[in-house]
């Protein structure tokens, strides 16, 4: 298969910015350069401050403004004007937000409101943190607000600005939310890249990022009734797209409201398919885009798709692909022309 490479360049103080996307495995190319970018930034720019404005391809965008903390020694201490969204977008992440320590795991999203305070630790050095900070009229609660289009919406858009505004962060773990983990990759990489409707494109992902995760973390309590989730397929998909890594069946179940035995006849005879068969799929899926990764090794793939066995997964994969995970990474290096020799 022939690739379609799209070339797009940005400089940031003498610094080249190549994204390079094939048609297969193009998102994941894409993240690797990015991954490369924010590493080469931080050596050209290590004397700069604790934090580091990145520059916006358009000149002309303002409701947004996009940082990558710097790996200085010594704590970082802040105290935010706007509202800011942190992504742990590597590594781990230590801080003390409003006198409460936490830490951020890599993909975790860490909310603030304006008037908050905050101080990064020292690890920092083996962390990347990405910093979305918002303009002064912009408020993440009433953002979700207009979002709202039924009263079950309203219920939660209602737990969250209560919440937020309590407490003044809100610590959300994605949990092996890959979606949102794409989001904010696409949403910082849009940013940088000199895109038609590039405004638009970014507030259609904050739009997404912040409905899964307000949706799918503790604000959404099913037990209680208040939101109650329909079941299709399609709900079905989205929910084993967030948590196909530690995921059970009794989990599925609780979730959409039915007990165990009840929900996997009604997977069965909506789907075709078992629950098992669904989640081994979505594990599959995303083992073939880490495969593309020369940078992870197959180990890492094999329990972050949820596998505590070697010889299962490679069972598993050999059952839904027809060949082995070597030979899957060889032909999509060979398809993205890359070559480690």
């Not at 940031?12 to 193009?26: F, R």
């Not at 940013?191 to 409707?197: C, G, I, K, P, V």
Request: overall charge positive; cysteine-free.
């Amino acid at each position: 298969m022939s690739n379609n490479v799209i070339i797009l360049m940005k400089k940031d103080k003498g610094l080249l910015y190549n994204i390079n996307k094939s048609i297969v495995g193009g998102r994941v190319m894409a993240a690797i350069i990015l991954e490369q970018y924010l590493n080469n930034i931080l050596k050209v720019r290590i004397n700069e401050g604790d934090e580091l404005a990145l520059t916006a391809a358009d000149e002309k965008f303002s409701w947004l403004t996009l940082w990558l903390e710097n790996q200085t020694t010594g704590l970082h201490f802040y105290q935010p004007i706007s509202d800011e969204l942190l992504f742990a977008y590597q590594g781990k992440v230590n801080l003390t937000v409003n006198g409460k320590e936490l830490a951020l795991s890599q993909g975790d999203v860490l909310l603030l409101k304006a008037g908050s305070s905050y101080q990064v630790g020292s690890e920092i050095k083996r962390a990347l943190l990405l910093k979305f900070k918002f303009q002064s009229q912009f408020f993440i609660e009433n953002f979700v607000e207009t979002l709202v289009k039924s009263q079950s919406e309203q219920t939660l858009s209602n737990r969250f600005k209560q919440t937020i505004t309590q407490d003044r962060s809100l610590l959300f773990t994605t949990r092996g939310n890959n979606k949102v983990v794409t989001w904010l990759n696409e949403m910082a990489e849009s940013y940088l890249q000199d895109t038609e409707f590039v405004e638009s494109f970014l507030q259609a992902d904050l739009t997404r990022v912040l409905i899964n995760l307000i949706r799918h973390n503790n604000l959404t309590n099913t037990k209680a009734g208040v939101v109650k989730v329909k079941f299709s397929q399609a709900a079905l998909d989205d929910y084993i797209a967030d948590h196909y890594q530690k995921l059970t069946l009794q989990d599925a179940a609780t979730y959409f409201g039915f007990n165990r035995n009840y929900f996997s006849n009604l997977v069965k005879l909506k789907t075709g398919k078992s629950f098992v068969d669904h989640v081994d799929e979505r594990r599959m899926q995303e083992a073939k885009m880490l495969l593309a990764q020369p940078d992870i090794s197959l180990r890492d793939i094999i329990t972050r798709v949820g596998y505590s066995s070697k010889s299962f997964f490679y069972k598993k994969f050999g059952e839904y692909y027809h060949m082995t995970p070597a030979a899957m990474r060889s032909e999509l290096f060979r398809q993205a022309n890359i070559n480690l020799k």
